[in-house]
T-cell receptor, first 114, second 114 residues
Framework: AQSVTQPDIHITVSEGASLELRCNYSYGATPYLFWYVQSPGQGLQLLLKYFSGDTLVQGIKGFEAEFKRSQSSFNLRKPSVHWSDAAEYFCAVGPAGTASKLTFGTGTRLQVTL | DTEVTQTPKHLVMGMTNKKSLKCEQHMGHRAMYWYKQKAKKPPELMFVYSYEKLSINESVPSRFSPECPNSSLLNLHLHALQPEDSALYLC?????????????FGSGTRLTVV
């Protein structure tokens, strides 16, 4: 069965600092991988996704993620965090060929200090 | 129109009430989803509709009844709910069955069962 682990429940960074959110997945083949962001009381917004090809994926809002098969990881990065980035971030995995049953990680809450 | 619209945004209902949640999208997406999200937890898949047919039911109790009247609308009928059903209910849609292009989520309906 597929699974996703986000080891960090809560991360605090200063505005302008760099950010890396960790995501490890477990799946037998190459999965579809996603990062979503959720502001309080809101739905989820897709930041970026990986299916195949270039392992460094660019997303919206200046985010990027790198797929590392050897480490079963798909970490999210941003070089300079803005206060508006404070939110909950979810990594998700779906079976290659069909991502109809996404499995979400437990999320990482990002706090940004000014 | 690149949105998924959910109504109502908030709903309080008694355990004997019957109510419905509504979800609408006009992006031409042929797959639509219901997710349930408890506080500080990731979303959990409930139902998937593909081309207006129910494709996946994640063993959801029968007090939740989904309906897809047409390709743009998705309803979730609620009856005899329990207080533990209180949660954020999220609707999502995707271009094809499988979310290859990622899901577009609505802002959700915050349901409180009293």
């Amino acid at each position: 069965a597929q699974s996703v682990t986000q080891p960090d429940i809560h991360i605090t960074v200063s505005e302008g600092a760099s950010l890396e959110l960790r995501c490890n997945y477990s799946y037998g083949a190459t999965p579809y991988l996603f990062w979503y962001v959720q502001s309080p009381g809101q739905g989820l917004q897709l930041l970026l996704k990986y299916f195949s090809g270039d392992t460094l994926v660019q997303g919206i809002k200046g985010f990027e993620a790198e797929f590392k098969r050897s480490q079963s990881s798909f970490n999210l990065r941003k070089p300079s965090v803005h206060w508006s980035d404070a939110a909950e971030y979810f990594c998700a995995v779906g079976p290659a060929g069909t991502a109809s049953k996404l499995t979400f990680g437990t999320g990482t809450r990002l706090q940004v200090t000014l | 129109d690149t949105e998924v619209t959910q109504t109502p945004k908030h709903l309080v209902m008694g355990m004997t009430n019957k109510k419905s949640l509504k979800c609408e999208q006009h992006m031409g997406h042929r797959a639509m989803y219901w997710y349930k999200q408890k506080a500080k937890k990731p979303p959990e898949l409930m139902f998937v509709y593909s081309y207006e047919k129910l494709s996946i039911n994640e063993s959801v109790p029968s007090r939740f009844s989904p309906e897809c009247p047409n390709s743009s609308l998705l309803n979730l009928h609620l009856h005899a709910l329990q207080p533990e059903d209180s949660a954020l209910y999220l609707c999502a849609s995707s271009q094809g069955f499988g979310g290859t292009y990622g899901y577009t989520f609505g802002s959700g309906t915050r349901l409180t069962v009293v």
